[in-house]
């Protein structure tokens, strides 16, 4: 079994920082690429930003220079930097991975989702 557990959400003022971490936890063979995406209220869930496992990096056009998506050397966690954020930002958060088992079958996980609302 594979767990994606994220943390870091909160409320913050607009202009701020926070920064979301996703550890993926469990029969992990490879984590292909990792990512953040996002869902406001009544609106569809939206891609934040992706890294891939050779760290290639894709963002939205609406977090680009405020943003930064980066992993850490096990290639287990990733983290989401978010800086001058807007109230537009307001969304729940989930963490998504690419990733294969130890029984090499290879499925898209999501997290539970982490609450970010900045406040103007």
């Known amino acids: 079994q594979v767990q994606l557990v994220e943390s870091g959400g909160g409320l913050v003022q607009a202009g701020g920082s926070l920064r979301l971490s996703c550890v993926a936890a469990?029969?992990?063979?490879?984590?292909?690429?990792m990512g953040w995406y996002r869902q406001a209220p009544g609106k569809w869930r939206e891609l934040v930003a992706q890294?891939?496992?050779?760290?290639?990096?894709n963002y939205a056009d609406a977090v680009k220079g405020r943003f930064t998506i980066s992993r850490d050397n096990a290639k287990t966690t990733v983290y989401l930097q978010m800086n001058s954020l807007k109230p537009e930002d307001t969304a729940v958060y989930y963490c998504?991975?690419?990733?294969?088992?130890?029984?090499?079958?290879?499925?898209?996980?999501w997290g539970q989702g982490t609450e970010v609302i900045v406040s103007s």
């Open positions: 469990g029969s992990i063979f490879a984590i292909n690429a």
């Open positions: 890294i891939t496992s050779s760290g290639f990096t």
């Open positions: 998504n991975a690419d990733i294969a088992t130890m029984t090499l079958q290879e499925s898209d996980y």
